[in-house]
Structures are given as C-alpha cells and as structure tokens.
C-alpha cells in the first residue's frame, strides 16, 4: 500500500484509559465519512482491558499492543511509521471531536499547503476555553511573562502572549497543544517524529520548533472544535504533573538555548514565583472568600521557587 493510499490516519495512544478511549474512538468514527480512513490506536500495556474492548466494539480499528509504557512520543511514533495516510490526525485518549471537527481540520491542510500542523479549538468538559495555542519557550520570553512586561500588549504583538485571546480566529501560531492536531505526513517525513528523549510534555513544543525551523507553518482554526477531559487524574496526580512538566521544560532549554539559556530561565522563574508567593499569602491572609484558590497557588509558587533553585538534574 503506497503513502497517499488514503486520505488519513487517525491515531490514539491508550494507557488504561478504556472508557475515555472508547468514547474518543466512537466520536473520531462517526466523522470520517467521505475520506478513506484508517483509525490506529497504540496501546502501551494497559491492564485494564482496553486492548479486548476496543477490538470488541470497533474491529476496524487497528491494534497496536506494546509490552511496556512506552510513552507518549515514543507511542504516536509508533502509529505514525505504520500509518499510510497523507494527514495524521493525533488526538489523545481523553479529546473527543465535535461535528465537523476533522472535516475542518482536513480542509485546512488540503487549502495551505505550507502549513504542517493545525489544531482545533479545544473546550473543556463544561464548555469552557481551554487554552491550546502558546509562544516557544525561551529564556526571554520566561522574563517577559514572569515580569509581568506581556500582560499590556496585544497576542499579536512580538511581546504579548496568547492567554488572553478567545481563540476565535483563524490564524497562524507558534504552537498547539498535543491533546489534538492533525499534520502532514510530508512534514512527518521530512523532520522525523517526537523526540522520545522528553518523558512527558513539550515533546509537541519541540515537535513543532523543528517543523517551523525546516520553514513550515503551523495553523489553528476554531471551524474545528474538540473537548479535551484533561487533569482528569485529579489533584493527587499534581505533584507528579508538575514535575514531569519542568523536567520537560528544562530539557527544552538545554535542548535549543544550551544551559546558559536554563540558567537565564530558572532566574527568570525564580524572580517571578518570590513575589507571587508572598502575594498569595496576604491573599490567604485577608480574604477568607478566596483561601482555596490562594492556598493552591502559594502551595504551587513556592514549590515552584524551591524546585527552580535546587533540582538540576536533567532527566533526558
């Protein structure tokens, strides 16, 4: 079967996640009408059952089943090298396409052809904005939010940030979050891959650094919308999340800005977090109605501030 045998590849990494990955397979086949389609779902051991309910309620989905937790990275590259569509649509276990969805996302691609990406507008589970598009991490930009210089400016300007656009537009940005995104297979085969050296997170980040450094675009369109569970492992999964995630991000640093660049960004860090832990206290302080919020956030500022001056081993 040649690469351009079919229009897409839809792929889901599974790792006991079975109801959520059921219910995303259902969403993502009840869209794929007009295209010819393949539908791969990695499974990276899971002990749950998933492997024999997936097989049992959708046996046109093929099954990949590894023997251990390979990961994120190394599991969509799996699915990748064994899918033969022109478009990959990578969505993760928990993300469930809305109608429409991947028809929008297809389009895109199809009608700009020098873009290599493009991801969706992505709510949460009560309909909310959740936050997909952001700017590539580096030492500056880690001085220009935690200071605060960002929050005047437009999201357009080289100096503003995404977090307070709607994500009502169509338009081209730095980078979309690995929860759903559909790319080009002849980006895939140009730049390789996820480096499976990132544990967990920034390996899309990084991911798409390369695709725009090799002169490629990357796009989002809310004609596509997606829901996203997210977080769904709860607050006693938070220490674990946050580490992973700063594990990640120092990586990334070292990776494209070299230690010097890590050392400009935990500084940066640093500078940022002192001031909004003692902010978050007197919130904690004097203002009862808001203890809950201020508690969570002093507890994540000053193990933030703590981690950011003593862990400096890299993990990758």
């Not at 045998?5 to 889901?12: E, P």
């Not at 991947?102 to 691609?109: D, P, R, T, W």
């Not at 936050?131 to 437009?154: D, K, M, Q, T």
């Not at 400009?264 to 902010?279: K, Y």
Request: aromatic share 12%; proline share 4%.
């Amino acid at each position: 079967m040649s690469g351009d045998a079919l229009d897409l590849s839809i792929i889901v990494v599974s790792y006991n996640t079975k109801a959520v990955t059921l219910r995303c397979l259902e969403s993502v086949l009840g869209e794929i009408s007009g295209h010819s389609t393949e539908v791969i779902v990695v499974d990276n051991a899971s002990s749950d059952d998933s492997v024999d309910s997936i097989r049992q309620s959708f046996p046109s989905v093929k099954v990949i089943c590894n023997l251990r937790n390979i990961g994120f990275a190394a599991g969509n590259n799996l699915g990748m090298k064994n899918a033969v569509g022109r478009f990959f649509l990578l969505i993760n276990s928990d993300a469930f396409v809305q109608p429409g969805a991947i028809k929008a996302l297809f389009e895109f691609l199809t009608d700009n052809p020098d873009y290599a990406l493009v991801g969706p507008r992505i709510l949460n589970a009560d309909g909310s904005l959740q936050r997909s598009c952001f700017r590539f991490p580096s030492p500056g930009r880690a001085w220009v939010e935690n200071l605060w210089i960002s929050a005047p400016f437009s999201p357009d300007s080289i100096l503003g940030n995404y977090r307070r656009w709607p994500h009502d537009r169509e338009q081209e940005v730095d980078w979309v979050i690995g929860a759903c995104f559909m790319v080009r297979r002849e980006a895939y085969k140009q730049i390789g891959g996820f480096d499976e050296r990132f544990f967990m997170y920034a390996e899309e980040t990084d991911w798409q650094l390369r695709m725009r450094r090799a002169g490629w675009k990357i796009g989002f369109t809310p004609a596509a919308i997606v829901t996203h569970l997210g977080g769904a492992s709860g607050e006693a999964e938070r220490p674990r999340v946050n580490q992973n995630f700063f594990d990640s991000l120092d990586y990334y640093e070292v990776k494209h800005h070299g230690i010097v660049g890590l050392i400009l960004l935990r500084v940066a860090m640093i500078v940022g977090s002192a001031p909004r832990v003692i902010a978050w206290s007197i919130l904690f302080a004097f203002s009862p109605a808001r203890r809950t919020t201020a508690k969570a956030k002093m507890r994540l500022h000053s193990w933030l501030l703590i981690r950011q001056l003593t862990h400096w081993r890299l993990t990758a």
